[in-house]
């Protein structure tokens, strides 16, 4: 069995003690590879600094995500595209947030589409965030739809009509976590109507929304095998064949070992 943790932020202070025991449960638990995003300036070298540190496990993301986007937000973006891209599997975590503010909506629109572009000439898959956002987000989308590279559309929690909508972008995945174990959920009876296993990727978003029955603690990578294994009950399958399935989507969709 092999798994990739597509999203997790195994960079922030809530790791700083314990990251190698972090790892070593990951690998324990078949976690073969981590992705981690970026969110900004400091960021950005925190996760290449951890890539370097574990080559070939964790993979770097590049990105300006949108709850940090304020006024200063071309500097920002400046400074971190200075950075050397070559490294970088994907460009995220990126996208539109409208959900506690619309402060700094047309910030974050101007900030995706330069973002969006960066991945076009790059090459670059996106690792997109949405909350409360869909339709701005997919209009920004279709007018770049003949030239996206795929990606993600990160933390999937919506209804089957909006995953529909998003399955319309040809090489992007959905992205699906710990919500989907969460006794509330519909995603569980909605996902195999709608969506192939051949457009799923699976996260943790760690240390957020860890599964059930970890659910309210830290999370972390090691829990992804949560995830499976109730989209393998949903799906009707061996949590082996799953598996397999996702991990060729992961390896496609992110080149992974042409980055090392």
């Keep these: 069995m092999k798994l990739v943790d597509t999203h997790a932020h195994l960079d922030g202070e809530e790791f700083k003690d314990d990251l190698i025991l972090v790892v070593e449960r990951a690998v324990e638990k078949a976690v073969h590879h981590v992705l981690l995003p970026s969110i900004n300036l400091a960021s950005v070298d925190r996760v290449l600094e951890l890539s370097r540190e574990y080559k070939g496990y964790f993979y770097p993301m590049i990105g300006l995500h949108p709850e940090e986007v304020k006024a200063d937000w071309r500097e ?8 050397d891209c070559s490294q970088f599997v994907a460009i995220g975590e ?3 947030d409208f959900y506690w503010s ?3 909506e047309h910030e974050q629109i101007e900030a995706f589409r330069e973002q969006v572009e960066w991945a076009i000439d790059t090459k670059r898959p996106l690792m997109i965030h ?9 209009a920004l989308l279709n007018d770049y739809r003949d030239q996206l590279h795929g990606g993600v559309f990160h933390c999937f ?26 006794k509330n959920s519909p995603l569980a009876e909605m996902l195999p109507t709608v969506v192939p296993l051949s457009r799923i990727v699976l996260e943790t978003d760690a240390p957020y929304m860890a599964p059930v029955p970890m659910r309210g603690k830290r999370n972390e990578s090691a829990y992804l095998r949560y995830v499976l294994k109730r989209l393998a009950e949903a799906y009707g399958m061996r949590e082996e064949k799953v598996s397999d399935i996702i991990f060729e989507n992961t390896i496609r969709i992110f080149h992974l070992y042409s980055r090392l």
Excluded: S
């Design 76 to 83: 920002q973006l400046r400074l971190i595209r200075e950075k």
């Design 102 to 104: 619309r402060e700094f």
């Design 94 to 96: 990126v996208g539109l």
């Design 130 to 138: 949405c909350r409360k956002a869909q339709n701005e987000m997919v």
């Design 157 to 182: 929690t919506g209804n089957a009509r909006e995953a529909e909508q998003l399955l319309q972008f040809p090489n992007f995945m959905l992205g699906i976590g710990g919500v989907l174990t969460f």
